[in-house]
């Protein structure tokens, strides 16, 4: 799955090398989202320096990249529009204190619980946003300002470069892998342009990223439950998503680099840099999948490799802003799109019409509903549906075998999971009115997993004793007897043979 890189040990050439390729893709992205969040690029790209540098130092994950991030700016646009930055700044701040509350409750963990097809959603949705995103470079302003598609002679050179951007980073790992494929077609798509004097759009054309440190400030916001009452729900918002999508960008990392990071250590670095960075004017982050791809392909694999693009971002922001700003925007769009042909898992055509239909409908929504919506939603949404399907099939798996013990008593063994979604199936399995004076239900095959469970055998119960009725409960786990409402007496001990299992049952808390 998700085989994107030939797997390497670290080495500081390729760290410092990959880490130069990822800073010259985190400019326009940066840039990007400060304008969809509706704040200056320079809020953009102190949060992509110190989200990565953070993250990348004591981060539960080496090799991966975060930064500013689509998902996370279009929460925050409705925030800074009602409100302004500095809200957004203290936001940011409670942000993180939220991610880092997640991680010393060890709820990373829960991570695993996303399923494999709604991890192929999440590829295939986050690499289709990817796409899209690049597509408004091919959009020019009109005389009346409005945005209108690229014609002519600029979208021949637009896409002859991006073309040209493609193959460089094709081939050349065929000749030499001594620079990283995507930071030499960076370098040599630049030179040309420059070069040949061609008109196309440049990373300066966007926004000037020229600037100076980041200042230390308190959000200037009052401090009184009202404002809490303002941020609260973006900041729960914002987590959820940052981490959704750092826990599953991390889950891609370790299946490519056959290595496996720490969740619960991820989750208090990026509430960590969240902190900081809403101290220090800016708009938070999170990982970001198409940054990651473009590192661990060019064979960035240690801390190093994260440090170092944040380290070169600042470095372009404080001293060669006017080189970085003669880069075309060409060059960086054929690099997002050699991604977005990586992260996308291309085999999940092929096994649609070979996996269960559910897993199929489950990739499909997931797909579409990142897309459609945000990666938190997708993700829930994906989870949801998979777990009532999982349900769905459980339930059908209850089952009773009936026979006569001699000739006054009929038993019942059951076979399969009692729970809320199989409770009508097992009332199904019974003919009261039918059935002689003595009944044995035997659970020996069964398990109890929660109190809809308990209720229905209770009912079970208190139907055979009103139709007077003998009815016994054979092989309940000691719990369950001790719950049991309606049984009594009904309910046979044995101490050696009755199994012993916890019920998932607010009676029991």
């Not at 061609?198 to 230390?216: E, K, N, Q």
């Not at 009944?439 to 009912?459: K, P």
Request: proline share 3%.
């Amino acid at each position: 799955m998700f085989q994107l890189a030939t797997v390497r040990p670290s080495s500081l050439k390729d760290d410092l090398l990959s880490g130069l390729t990822v800073a010259l893709a985190l400019v326009p992205e940066a840039v990007a989202f400060a304008f969809v969040a509706g704040v200056h690029p320079l809020v953009g790209l102190y949060a992509a320096f110190m989200v990565g540098l953070i993250t990348a130092s004591i981060g539960g994950r080496p090799g991966m990249i975060s930064g500013a991030t689509g998902a996370l700016a279009v929460v925050m646009v409705d925030l800074v529009a009602r409100h302004g930055v500095e809200y957004l700044f203290a936001t940011v701040v409670l942000m993180g204190l939220i991610q880092i509350s997640a991680g010393v409750l060890k709820l990373g963990k829960f991570i695993r619980l996303v399923p494999y097809p709604v991890m192929l959603g999440f590829v295939n949705g986050l690499a289709i946003v990817i796409f899209l995103a690049q597509l408004s470079q091919f959009k020019v302003s009109n005389e009346a300002g409005a945005s209108e598609w690229m014609s002519g002679t600029a979208l021949y050179v637009l896409l002859g470069l991006i073309a040209l951007t493609m193959l460089i980073i094709h081939f050349l790992p065929k000749l030499t892998t001594m620079i990283p494929a995507s930071l030499a077609a960076i370098i040599i798509v630049s030179a040309l342009v420059i070069g040949l004097n061609l008109d196309t759009r440049t990373v300066g054309d966007m926004a000037s990223i020229a600037g100076g440190l980041p200042d230390f400030s308190i959000p200037d916001v009052p401090f009184n439950l009202d404002t809490l009452i303002i941020i609260l729900p973006y900041a729960v918002i914002l987590a959820l998503i940052g981490l959704i999508e750092s826990l599953l960008t991390m889950t891609l990392i370790d299946e490519i680099t056959e290595t496996r990071g720490r969740g619960n250590k991820e989750c208090i670095g990026q509430g960590t840099a969240n902190v900081v960075t809403g101290f220090f004017g800016g708009m938070g982050g999170c990982a970001m999948i198409g940054q990651s791809m473009i590192n661990v392909n060019a064979g960035g694999r240690g801390r190093l490799s994260g440090i170092s693009a944040a380290l070169f971002l600042l470095s372009f922001i404080l001293f060669a802003s006017s080189l970085i700003e003669m880069i075309p925007i060409a060059a960086l769009v054929g690099v997002m799109f050699i991604v977005v042909i990586g992260t996308f898992e291309w085999s999940s055509f092929r096994i649609l019409g070979k996996v269960p239909k559910a897993d199929a409908f489950v990739l499909v929504l997931v797909s579409g509903v990142t897309v459609a919506t945000d990666l938190a939603i997708a993700v829930v949404v994906g989870v949801i549906v998979s777990a009532l399907v999982f349900a769905w099939q459980q339930a059908k798996r209850i089952v009773a075998e009936s026979h006569m013990d001699g000739n006054k008593t009929k038993v019942y063994r059951i076979t399969g999971p009692l729970f809320f979604a199989s409770v009508q199936s097992f009332k199904d399995l019974f003919d009261v009115q039918q059935d002689p004076m003595e009944v044995v239900i035997d659970f020996e095959a069964s398990r109890v997993y929660d109190h809809s469970g308990l209720e229905a055998i209770d009912a079970i119960a208190l139907r055979y004793t009103n139709a007077g009725k003998k009815v016994r409960l054979r092989h309940l786990s000691h719990e369950c007897k001790n719950l049991l409402a309606c049984a009594g007496d009904l309910v046979e001990v044995n101490v050696e043979e009755d199994p012993k299992y916890h019920i998932a049952d607010n009676r029991l808390a």
